[in-house]
């Protein structure tokens, strides 16, 4: 894991704070994998008071499932949450389904009697009173009052961490055999460009690679000799970490080949849009088909003008909910040549179809690139109109 809070004096004055300045952090491992331990990082505001139930936020890194190891930390320290950061399996080593696994399991360790609260009280083998002096100890996470985030593939997995327990909830109760997860869902979720159409994202390529990635531009031929030899030295390993290190060549050539859905896998839990179509089938809901528009299809329907910043935002439908009940907030970037906007929109066509009384605040960034809200502060204002409308649902 990456060192998120610097020893007092490494940081010269010239320097900007660490933006976890304002947190104590210590890493805990939640599983381990063939002797591999898959860690988190667990920050705990500095003034938090000893005792204290405070929220949660927690994050997934981006970077296509491949990489991996912003403003949401201010928005954490603002409420005096618990801020943690989870790894996961990475592919092409590990596969779409192991992948879900670690967030399964992250979230069940979560919510263990031997997990975030336990290690926070300095209980079990790994406590972080003996990795931090203060800070640490004395804080309670109130597991209740939970916010889950992530950007890019992080937002694939923020989203999975709702659609895959509801809908496994839901089987659960017509004789299927699936995990049941016990514990309450998220209050709300915020994805950052995610990774939504994951079947489109299978197949396309792009045209002009150089302009999208600092990776090499390779040929057909070498892509594929890439992406073969990878997935027989690779596959099967343990990797959690990999910035980047050939990550990107290796999410270009699955690109570049079309092949991004052979290295994920083919399993429909693995694919967001068909989990809502089987949510909606488990409530009898029907399949999201028929009126689902996107893009300027969508805006003529809804009678939007123009496609300037903001144009396209939910606005909240239907009234408060009953807590884990799902809202969700996306921030995407329309023209992001990445991961194409045009995902988020099918995705956020299809929730506004079969479930109308989910609260939904989407808001579309014109001309911004993949990876647009970085330098991006509280003030901004977007940010400032996204948070107004989260912190109706958390803390």
Same mark, same amino acid.
């Given at each position: 894991m990456t060192d998120l809070?610097?020893?007092? @004096?490494t940081e010269s004055e010239?320097? =900007?704070k660490s933006k976890f300045h304002a947190f104590n952090t210590s890493d805990v491992a939640y599983? /381990?994998?063939d002797g591999h331990e898959v860690e988190a990082? /667990?920050?705990v505001p500095k003034d938090a008071r000893p @005792? $204290?139930? *405070? =929220?949660v936020m927690v994050r997934f890194h981006g970077g296509a499932l491949v990489n991996g190891g912003t403003w949401t930390t201010t928005l954490a320290s603002s409420h005096s949450a618990i801020f943690i950061t989870s790894d996961y399996r990475l592919l092409p080593s590990a596969t779409g389904t192991e992948i879900l696994a670690d967030i399964a399991d992250f979230w069940t360790w979560l919510h263990s009697p031997e997990g975030l609260n336990a290690y926070l009280a300095g209980r079990g083998k790994e406590g972080a009173g003996k990795d931090v002096e203060g800070g640490m100890q004395g804080a309670v996470a109130d597991l209740t009052n939970v916010l889950v985030t992530g950007e890019s593939a992080g937002g694939w997995c923020a989203v999975q961490s /709702? *659609? /895959?327990p509801a809908l496994q909830r839901q089987t659960l109760g017509q004789g299927g055999e699936r995990h049941l997860y016990s514990y309450p869902p998220p209050r709300a979720v915020i994805a950052h460009y995610p990774m939504l159409d994951m079947a489109s994202l299978s197949g396309y390529t792009w045209a002009d690679p150089s302009s999208h990635l600092d990776a090499r531009v390779l040929s057909t031929a070498e892509a594929n000799g890439l992406l073969d030899a990878v997935l027989e030295v690779e596959r099967g390993k343990v990797v959690t970490e990999r910035i980047p290190e050939g990550g990107e060549d290796w999410f270009m050539a699955m690109v570049q080949t079309g092949r991004y859905g052979e290295v994920l896998g083919k399993e429909e839990e693995l694919y967001p849009l068909v989990t809502l179509? &089987? *949510?909606a089938e488990s409530r009898g809901e029907g399949k999201g088909e028929g009126d689902v528009r996107v893009g300027a299809e969508r805006e003529e329907a809804a009678g939007v003008e123009g496609k300037g910043r903001g144009a396209g935002e939910g606005e909240e439908t239907g009234g408060e909910m009953s807590r884990g009940s799902e809202r969700e907030s996306w921030m995407v970037p329309i023209w992001d040549p990445v991961i194409? $906007? &045009? @995902?988020?929109e099918i995705f956020v066509a299809k929730v506004r179809q079969l479930f109308p009384a989910w609260p939904l605040h989407v808001h579309y960034e014109a001309g911004a690139a993949h990876g647009f809200d970085g330098e991006a502060t509280h003030e901004t204002p977007w940010v400032k109109e996204g948070v107004a409308w989260i912190e109706k649902y958390w803390p």
């Open positions: 809070n610097p020893e007092p @004096g010239s320097e =900007p599983k /381990v994998v990082t /667990v920050c @005792g $204290a139930r *405070l =929220p /709702v *659609l /895959v179509d &089987r *949510l194409p $906007a &045009r @995902g988020t």
